[in-house]
């Protein structure tokens, strides 16, 4: 069954069984870069006092987000009353909502927020408040993808369907020679999809792709239904007192294909670039090569190390390899931890990869969705 240890900080090598498989993957036994690393960062907390969580700034950061969502939200929804005034409006909600999701739901989802749960899990709903929902996002992200990150047909994050293909596993369809020109703008339509049909889709089926899951019973279905409940009334009941109905489906979408893209593109960056390895289990032992902590490492790539302005409005997430190997640390402490991890990476010849800037990541995505699209099935091309 699954480990609540697994998406708990390094953990240890205890894969998680598929419950719809006869087969458990496993990772390899070798964990002295895991144990190095974990000490490393460990002394590093002792050394100089820093919180792992509870960050005052993580706090302040948490209330400026939340003012700027709900003041985008009452200037568009009350106060506009030409396109050009709400507009720009729509940009910066659809913005503010991605930055929450970046920063403060992802941190509490991840159990990264703060030492109390109950911190954690109010973070973490914030997700439910913005059109989506916490329960099946601990399921499908903390743990599914957490676990087995770019391994073909275990993480539901690479797949696609038949829209678009990701990695050198999936089964290639003549259409996808150009998937790396209309993917971009379907990578819009997420959010929407996440709104309006995945949630209640997997909630009902129990299954995200492949994997099973237990669907919410209780306290977990009750904040389900009354999440989308509340989102529903912020985007459609709410906005209809003010605005005919056209203009609400109107903004509404505008809105959420942007947050799509954002949210899209950001997460393609770490995971879906030419840098990245794409492992494969060995065929009939279901056994990946590589311990845990190096299969993160080898599968995930950072971006923009140097931005300040890109690690505050994206919580870190461009310290993909800190995040992926240390999960329940505060997003505030990749910056200063990343220079441990880049060291011990070198110290263990695994190679530390790395995008200079955001747009060098975007072009990486475009060249690596170039490749895929025509490459032979089982190769890079």
């Known amino acids: 069954m699954v480990q609540k240890r697994v998406i708990e900080s390094i953990v240890e090598d205890s894969p998680i069984p598929r419950p719809d498989s006869d087969r458990n993957l496993k990772f390899g036994k070798d964990n002295s ?3 190095e690393i974990r000490d490393r960062v460990e002394e590093y907390f002792r050394r100089t006092g820093r919180r792992q969580r509870d960050c005052p700034q993580m706090y302040l ?36 909502t991605a930055a929450i999701g970046f920063n403060v739901q992802h941190d509490g989802g991840h159990q990264a927020y703060s030492n109390f749960p109950w911190v954690n899990k109010a973070m973490a709903m914030t997700l439910d408040l913005v059109g989506a929902s916490s329960y099946l996002w601990h399921w499908k ?25 990701q990695t050198p596993y999936q089964r290639s369809f003549g259409f996808h020679r150009w998937q790396h020109i209309y993917l971009w ?14 949630d209640f ?46 203009v609400v489906l109107l903004f509404y ?34 056994s990946i090569e590589n311990a845990w902590a190096i299969h993160q490492v080898e599968t995930t790539v950072d971006f923009s190390r140097q931005s300040r302005m890109a690690a505050w409005l994206l ?17 505030v402490n990749y910056p200063a931890i990343s220079k441990l991890v880049e060291e011990t990476c070198h110290k263990f010849g695994l190679k530390y990869n ?27 091309g």
């Open 253 to 286: 979408g505008a809105t959420s294909l942007l947050l799509g893209m954002v949210l899209s593109v950001v997460f393609q960056l770490a995971h879906t670039v030419e840098q990245a390895e794409f492992p494969r289990p060995a065929g009939g032992t279901g």
């Open 201 to 246: 889709r997997e909630v009902i089926a129990g299954q995200i792709r492949d994997h099973r899951f237990p669907r919410p019973r209780g306290k977990d279905l009750v904040i389900f239904l009354l999440g989308k409940a509340a989102f529903f009334s912020l985007i459609f009941v709410i906005p209809v007192l003010f605005h005919p109905v056209w």
């Open 33 to 35: 870069f895991q144990v």
């Open 141 to 165: 992200h903390g743990v599914f993808h957490h676990t087995y990150v770019n391994i073909t047909g275990e993480d539901p994050d690479i797949d696609l369907g038949i829209v678009g293909r």
């Open 61 to 96: 950061k948490t209330a400026i987000l939340l003012a700027c969502f709900a003041g985008f939200y009452v200037l568009l929804v009350v106060v506009a009353r030409t396109w050009w005034q709400a507009l720009p409006l729509a940009v910066l909600l659809g913005l503010s």
């Open 354 to 380: 790395e995008n200079r800037s955001f747009w060098a990541g975007v072009a990486s995505h475009f060249r690596w969705l170039r490749q895929m699209g025509t490459a032979q099935d089982g190769t890079r």
């Open 315 to 331: 919580g870190g997430l461009n310290f993909q390899i800190e995040h992926h190997l240390f999960p329940r640390i505060c997003h």
């Open 185 to 198: 703008p379907l990578y819009g339509f997420m959010a929407i999809k996440w709104h309006l049909y995945d």
